[in-house]
């Protein structure tokens, strides 16, 4: 079955970086875009950012755009985001899932919590 697993996050004050990544298991990795989401407490969850099958394409959502990198490895079947510049407003639990626009699987990880703060 489709699995992810997501692992990096944790407590980092204003002006830090992150890593995150995402361990996709159950189907084949290269064969889809892969996204990153995330939902902050009391709100929706939402699109941070996408990759093409090959990496060569991303999007961004522009709460993030110019300090969030998404990237994957196809031979690891692993998705990452480098986060950069943290503000609290980046605090939330951030998935992930396959597809561009709409998730390509209905299970979700547990996620990994990201929590900005001074």
């Known amino acids: 079955q489709v699995q992810f697993v997501e692992s990096g996050g944790g407590l980092v004050r204003p002006g830090g970086s992150l890593r995150l990544s995402c361990a996709a298991s159950g189907f084949t990795f290269s064969t889809y875009a892969m996204s990153w989401y995330r939902q902050a407490p009391g709100k929706e969850r939402e699109l941070v950012a996408q990759?093409?099958?090959?990496?060569?394409?991303?999007n961004y959502a522009d709460s993030v755009k110019g300090r969030f990198t998404i990237s994957r490895d196809n031979a690891k079947n692993t998705l990452y985001l480098q986060m950069n510049s943290l503000k609290p407003e980046d605090t939330a639990v951030y998935y992930c899932n396959g597809g561009w626009r709409v998730p390509s699987f209905p299970s979700w990880g547990q996620g990994t919590q990201v929590t900005v703060s001074s």
């Open positions: 990759i093409s099958r090959p990496g060569d394409l991303r």
